[in-house]
């Protein structure tokens, strides 16, 4: 990732290790479902997005909420 093509904001999850280290093996793009709506990391997101930004996604180990993973989120679903 470009540091200058980044959003001032990036959205924090926790993920299970495991999740985490066969997202890595693959090497591809990985969805990851979050058990409530990202509100605010959706709008962001469009405010990124908009600005022709990305917007990282940090992704911590849930057994040690430790940073693991950085990547750019693509896309979240809107609100229904």
Known sequence: MDPTTLSEYCI????????LEEAAR?????TFNEG???V???AL????RGAGLQMPVLLGDATIAVVS????CSRTLPLP
């Not at 924090?12 to 999740?19: D, H, N, P, Q, S």
């Not at 693959?26 to 990985?30: C, L, Y």
């Not at 997101?45 to 990124?48: G, I, N, S, T």
């Open 12 to 19: 924090y999850t926790i993920v299970e290790l495991a999740t």
């Open 26 to 30: 693959e090497g591809t793009p990985h």
């Open 36 to 38: 409530k709506p990202w």
């Open 40 to 42: 605010t990391g959706h």
């Open 45 to 48: 997101l469009e405010k990124a």
């Open 69 to 72: 993973c950085i990547g750019a």
